[in-house]
């Protein structure tokens, strides 16, 4: 009986019509000698998803029962060792494997371990979506998923956007001078949010390399370290990883790291002819219908691509600049957003006098 159903379904296979949805794609495979694409719409926005958080990239497919008596139907559903489901992520030196799936087996690529899950039963579902948890920026770009049923294929692809950032942060005055709830307000008034241990750990995983401890959401303190050195060993010695120190007492003073998705407009230079104080540059920002950008729009923007190597002023009064595209006199030959501190062991912000750019913030309307 056993192999008359698997019988039945091998002869059924070239009566089969797989019409693959993916996005917006209407893919149609005609399980014959000959495979043809048919694009009826558009591709749509790409998939977004915050850091830390999980995106669903998906990829639906529907069997046409046309040609098909019920029961054979019902045979081919019970044979989901038939579909090989392949998700791979396409970059620019190749294309890197992610998982790839077949009767009830799946490879997952080191880096996506214990982040992937597949729909079981994927032949029963049509579905052979892709879920990816606790997302990373390196996690964005585009993806393809290859489905594999017989010995045709059929395969489309999506692309994933990963969105915000996080970032250090410290109290003009001095190191160390933040208790939990200044820790809370000081991101607030940066134009951002207390960081999880979540995106924190996310960020680590993305490079963030920062031996200064930091309060977090959970009213812990912790700091990301890829490079292990002396001074920064905390509870994992010379191994990379996030320090912590566990939950503290909430007057205990340290920094913070702060956190931000995405603005709702705009961070710009501003055409100027000559560098301007504090006062000059907020009045600047006015004059374009503006505002000095928050700490958290600048790194925001970077994130988005920003890069200006000119140092300016933002609303709390501290000077930085985004670097995307690293030179030696632009940020010390590294990506991110540049601080300019007062003084030598990186506290204090620029005298309000003192003449620099700006980085101004429209909103959108």
């Given at each position: 009986?056993?192999?008359?159903?698997?019988?039945?379904?091998?002869?059924?296979?070239?009566?089969?019509?797989?019409?693959?949805?993916?996005?917006?794609?209407?893919?149609?495979?005609?399980?014959?000698?000959?495979?043809?694409?048919?694009?009826?719409?558009?591709?749509?926005?790409?998939?977004?998803?915050?850091?830390?958080?999980?995106?669903?990239?998906?990829?639906?497919?529907?069997?046409?029962?046309?040609?098909?008596?019920?029961?054979?139907?019902?045979?081919?559903?019970?044979?989901?060792?038939?579909?090989?489901?392949?998700?791979?992520?396409?970059?620019?030196?190749?294309?890197?494997?992610?998982?790839?799936?077949?009767?009830?087996?799946?490879?997952?690529?080191?880096?996506?371990?214990?982040?992937?899950?597949?729909?079981?039963?994927?032949?029963?579902?049509?579905?052979?979506?892709?879920?990816?948890?606790?997302?990373?920026?390196?996690?964005?770009?585009?993806?393809?998923?290859?489905?594999?049923?017989?010995?045709?294929?059929?395969?489309?692809?999506?692309?994933?956007?990963?969105?915000?950032?996080?970032?250090?942060?410290?109290?003009?005055?001095?190191?160390?001078?933040?208790?939990?709830?200044?820790?809370?307000?000081?991101?607030?008034?940066?134009?951002?949010?207390?960081?999880?241990?979540?995106?924190?750990?996310?960020?680590?995983?993305d490079?963030?390399?920062?031996?200064?401890?930091?309060?977090?959401?959970?009213?812990?303190?912790?700091y990301?370290?890829?490079?292990?050195?002396?001074?920064?060993?905390?509870?994992?010695?010379?191994?990379?990883?996030?320090?912590?120190y566990?939950?503290?007492?909430?007057?205990?003073?340290?920094?913070?790291?702060?956190?931000?998705?995405?603005?709702?407009?705009?961070?710009?230079?501003?055409?100027?002819?000559?560098?301007?104080?504090?006062?000059?540059?907020?009045?600047?920002?006015?004059?374009?219908?503006?505002?000095?950008?928050?700490?958290?729009?600048?790194?925001?923007?970077?994130?988005?691509?920003?890069?200006?190597?000119?140092?300016?002023?933002?609303?709390?009064?501290?000077?930085?600049?985004?670097?995307?595209?690293p030179?030696?006199?632009?940020?010390?030959?590294?990506?991110?957003?540049?601080?300019?501190?007062?003084?030598?062991?990186?506290t204090?912000?620029?005298?309000p006098?003192?003449?620099?750019?700006?980085y101004?913030?429209?909103?959108?309307?």
């Amino acid at each position: 009986m056993l192999f008359e159903r698997q019988a039945l379904v091998r002869n059924s296979l070239s009566l089969i019509i797989l019409n693959i949805f993916f996005l917006n794609i209407n893919l149609i495979l005609i399980m014959t000698l000959n495979i043809f694409l048919k694009c009826k719409r558009p591709l749509s926005s790409p998939v977004k998803a915050p850091l830390a958080g999980h995106a669903l990239l998906p990829c639906h497919f529907s069997i046409s029962s046309d040609s098909l008596t019920t029961s054979t139907l019902k045979a081919l559903e019970s044979s989901e060792d038939q579909l090989r489901i392949k998700w791979t992520k396409l970059e620019d030196n190749g294309e890197k494997l992610v998982v790839v799936a077949q009767g009830g087996k799946m490879k997952v690529e080191k880096k996506y371990w214990d982040r992937v899950k597949l729909s079981s039963s994927p032949l029963l579902h049509r579905d052979s979506s892709l879920m990816i948890d606790k997302l990373r920026v390196s996690d964005a770009g585009l993806y393809r998923c290859e489905l594999m049923l017989d010995m045709e294929n059929i395969q489309g692809t999506v692309s994933l956007n990963v969105t915000g950032v996080v970032f250090h942060y410290r109290s003009k005055s001095d190191r160390y001078s933040l208790d939990f709830p200044s820790a809370v307000a000081a991101c607030l008034s940066a134009g951002a949010a207390i960081a999880t241990p979540e995106e924190l750990s996310a960020a680590y995983e993305d490079g963030l390399d920062q031996c200064d401890a930091g309060w977090l959401a959970d009213q812990t303190v912790r700091y990301p370290i890829n490079m292990p050195r002396p001074g920064c060993a905390g509870d994992l010695m010379g191994k990379p990883g996030v320090r912590t120190y566990g939950v503290r007492e909430s007057s205990e003073k340290y920094d913070v790291y702060c956190f931000i998705d995405q603005v709702q407009g705009e961070v710009f230079y501003p055409p100027i002819k000559e560098k301007l104080t504090f006062e000059q540059a907020t009045a600047e920002c006015e004059k374009h219908g503006t505002v000095l950008a928050s700490p958290g729009q600048l790194f925001a923007a970077w994130r988005a691509g920003l890069n200006r190597c000119d140092n300016g002023w933002l609303s709390d009064g501290s000077v930085r600049y985004p670097i995307n595209i690293p030179k030696p006199q632009c940020g010390r030959g590294q990506v991110g957003v540049r601080t300019l501190y007062k003084f030598e062991n990186q506290t204090g912000y620029p005298d309000p006098n003192d003449k620099h750019g700006a980085y101004c913030f429209k909103g959108k309307t």
